[in-house]
Nanobody
Framework: QVQLVESGGGLVQAGGSLRLSCAAS????????MGWYRQAPGKQRELVAD???????NYVDSVKGRFTISRDNAENTVYLQMNSLKPEDTGVYFC???????????????WGQGTQVTVSS
């Protein structure tokens, strides 16, 4: 199993910055993609950004040019640097990690507990 610990949420004014971190516990499972989702009140959870084990990144259009996702494979940690924050970025941000068994190839999906990001206007 993989446990995820998130940190870095908070309250910030529009135009400000925050950095989210998500550390995955050591495991014999292989860590594949890592990413961040968010859920605003009354809305569905949406993918914000993800990054493959090889470093390929993917962003939702609304954050392109403002957010940067990165990962430290040695530490099994994924980061989300959020700049030029807007009120519409407000929501609970969830870390998402996909892993696989090196023996069976079975894939698994893991979620963090969520961290609140609030951007005031």
């Amino acid at each position: 199993q993989v446990q995820l610990v998130e940190s870095g949420g908070g309250l910030v004014q529009a135009g400000g910055s925050l950095r989210l971190s998500c550390a995955a516990s050591r495991s014999r499972f292989s860590i594949n993609s890592m990413g961040w989702y968010r859920q605003a009140p009354g809305k569905q959870r949406e993918l914000v950004a993800d990054i493959s084990s090889g470093g390929n990144t993917n962003y939702v259009d609304s954050v392109k040019g403002r957010f940067t996702i990165s990962r430290d494979n040695a530490e099994n940690t994924v980061y989300l640097q959020m700049n030029s924050l807007k009120p519409e970025d407000t929501g609970v941000y969830f870390c998402n990690v996909r892993s696989s068994s090196p023996w069976s190839g079975t894939t698994y999906e893991h979620w963090g507990q969520g961290t609140q990001v609030t951007v005031s206007s």
